[in-house]
């Protein structure tokens, strides 16, 4: 078998016929608020995408120390997959509605594992805007799938005790009332890691839901910090490791390192009452 050609971890719509390889879509839209994001990929999806349900196969049992979505097992996700028929050597073109911020999981989640995927840029959007009427209803069949258990590479991932120090620059994917700690609807305490700097997500694309010029998020994260020396101790983290992934791709794709994730997040830090937290903007 040939080597798999790699892949960006962005793609734009015009540019899915050009991908290396067996393209498979994936819906993966959810909702913070406990919309279903099933509904929404039922009420109408691009054609041939699967469903990937976040709450099933991406996300493991919530528990106090590893905050509302932790990693589900190697074994649960390599499930989920194969249901889905997804293979090793397959391309997984996720999208969301929300600029990809959703479905940066499951695309970090392939990626950090080996396997090939990127975020449809724009999302489900910008597909019907490039071609109009073309939502379905209709379910791709299942098909069996050769998808292989790969344990989490530790060194992708951050523990709490590895947020704060000297030798890390905490990154913060949230908006910035959560961040300031002006508003937290979900978390016990509002705030922020002490030290970290915040580059919400969501403020690398633009009102499409696109991402921003590469020169442009190279200066967002400068802004706040991160350059070519910082960003390899950079540890990302949100609420539940969810829209982080977000920024570790966005960091690969604009060159930079894209340092680790803290999944448990503020879900899980916030809740250690022995662990301090900061207020207002730390830089």
């Known amino acids: 078998m040939s080597e798999l050609v790699d892949v960006s971890p962005f793609t734009r719509v015009e540019g899915l016929n050009d991908l290396p390889g067996n393209v498979v879509l994936a819906d993966v839209r959810w909702y913070l608020d406990g919309r279903s994001g099933r509904a929404a990929y039922e009420g109408g999806h691009l054609p041939g995408a699967v469903f990937v349900d976040l709450d099933r196969w991406l996300t493991g049992p919530a528990t106090p120390k590893g905050g509302r979505n932790p990693l589900p097992s190697p074994e649960v996700f390599t499930a989920g997959m194969r249901a889905l028929g997804i293979n090793d050597s397959d391309i997984v073109v996720a999208y969301d509605d929300q600029g990809g911020v959703i479905a940066a999981r499951l695309v970090w989640m392939l990626r950090t594992t080996g396997r090939r995927a990127a975020i449809l840029d724009g999302g489900i959007a910008a597909y019907v805007e490039a071609h109009p009427g073309s939502l379905t209803v209709v379910e791709p069949a299942s098909a069996d799938a050769d998808f292989s258990v790969r ?23 949230r908006n910035r009332d959560r961040f300031v700690g002006e508003l937290d609807p979900v978390d016990p305490r509002p705030g922020h890691v002490p030290g970290a700097v915040n580059v919400p997500c969501r403020e690398n694309l633009d009102g499409q839901g696109q991402l921003l010029p590469v020169r442009q998020i190279r200066d967002n994260f400068a802004a706040a910090g991160v350059d070519q020396c910082s960003s390899p101790k950079v540890v990302s983290y949100c609420g539940s490791g969810v829209t982080a992934c977000h920024n570790l791709l966005t960091l690969e794709y604009a060159g930079l390192h894209p340092g680790r994730l803290f999944v448990g997040g503020w879900s899980a830090y916030s809740r250690d009452e022995s662990r301090p937290v900061e207020t207002g903007l730390a830089r």
């Open 151 to 173: 344990p989490w590479p530790a060194e992708a991932l951050a523990e709490a005790d590895e947020v704060v120090g000297p030798d890390v620059l905490a990154v913060d994917a």
